[in-house]
């Protein structure tokens, strides 16, 4: 079983820089599909960014392209967001998730298995 456990979150203003960070527990994130979704209240869980491991492939939401930056750290086991340039509309409870399969497919929320806490990003104008 796959355990993982965001933070970084907070409050920033606009324009300002913000790194998340998911330990993964419970497996390694070798040849895996990791990925960021937020949700912002009253609105669906939306995928941000997402990694296939193995290759460092990677795909974004347009809202998101050049300004969040998704990454990973093998020797900790640990997947990052970057997120710079951040706007008001970024607010939303930012959330880690692994998926089961050894490859990613769509940036959607069906396609993932594992699911972090949340950590709460803010971003104030």
């Known amino acids: 079983q796959v355990q993982l456990l965001e933070s970084g979150g907070g409050a920033v203003q606009s324009g300002g820089s913000l790194g998340l960070s998911c330990i993964v527990s419970g497996n390694s994130i070798s040849r895996r599909c990791m990925a960021w979704f937020r949700q912002a209240p009253g609105k669906e869980r939306e995928g941000v960014a997402q990694l296939y491991t193995s290759t460092g492939r990677t795909d974004y939401a347009d809202s998101v392209l050049g300004r969040f930056t998704i990454s990973q750290d093998n020797i900790k086991n640990t997947v990052y967001l970057q997120m710079s340039n951040l706007r008001p509309d970024d607010t939303a409870i930012y959330y880690c998730?692994?998926?089961?399969?050894?490859?990613?497919?769509?940036?959607?929320?069906?396609?993932?298995?594992?699911w972090g806490q949340g950590t709460q990003v803010t971003v104030s104008s």
């Open positions: 998730a692994a998926r089961s399969r050894s490859y990613c497919g769509s940036l959607s929320v069906a396609d993932f298995d594992s």
